[in-house]
């Protein structure tokens, strides 16, 4: 509290029945912060020339999206897209899952999902939708250096995946190879799975 105080930071003692009232969990944490949303526009991303973006299509689950964005983050990604439809970035639950690296990407939010794909491909970023029926696969795409390029990834829905139209609109469709007997990953899983084969290409580069 003291560190808090001394950065300029106002704070409010409360105790645990105010806690219970302000929080949306069963066990919080004891600290309850309130901030300025922290978001920006995609033009803005881009005239940076980032490497790696993700794009979140139709995203529903909270706790998916902050695992997606704190694995965004992690493998080096500088800004996350949520485009209109998908769930808010600050949602409490997305916010817990990010682990802090809400803090740390930048977020863009709105407009379609299709205007960002024209708009990243338009700036030179490769645009890759992940696609569990997809032709291209993900193990030969690193092998051909095509990862080392700046790239755009672009997750969907886990229950319904991307609109077709959506798909078509990227420069390729890419499927994580499945080597078990598992069906399918979740977007969590898929989405670490190819930020870090990027990550680990354009490092390498």
């Known amino acids: 509290m003291a560190e ?3 950065a300029g930071v106002r704070v409010s003692p409360a105790d645990a029945q105010a806690l219970a009232a302000l929080t949306e969990t069963v066990t919080p944490q004891g600290v309850v912060a309130v901030g300025r949303h922290l978001h920006t526009d995609l033009a ?4 940076a020339e980032p490497t790696l973006v993700v794009v979140l299509a139709g995203i529903a689950d909270p706790g998916n999206a902050g695992t997606v964005l704190r694995t965004a ?8 897209v949520f485009p ?3 769930v ?3 949602n409490g639950k997305c916010v817990r899952a990010s682990a ?3 803090f740390h990407l930048s977020l863009v939010r709105g407009g379609t999902a299709e205007a960002a794909v024209a708009a990243l491909r338009q700036a030179g970023l490769a645009v890759l939708a992940a696609d569990a029926h997809g032709a291209e696969d993900l193990d030969d795409l690193a092998e051909s250096g095509r990862l080392a390029d700046r790239t755009a990834w672009l997750f969907g ?3 319904h995946g991307l609109p077709a ?3 078509a609109a990227a420069d390729a469709r890419v499927r994580v190879p499945i080597h078990g007997r598992a069906e399918s990953l979740n977007l969590a899983a898929a989405a670490a799975v190819c930020l870090y084969a990027s990550a680990r290409a354009q490092r390498r580069r």
Not at 44 to 47: P, Q
Not at 73 to 80: C, R, Y
């Open 100 to 102: 802090g690296s809400l």
């Open 4 to 6: 808090a105080e001394h």
């Open 88 to 90: 808010d970035p600050y």
């Open 73 to 80: 983050d992690a493998a080096g990604a500088v800004a996350v």
């Open 84 to 86: 209109d439809g998908s």
């Open 165 to 167: 139209e959506l798909a």
């Open 44 to 47: 803005t991303v881009l005239s």
């Open 157 to 159: 829905s886990e229950a």
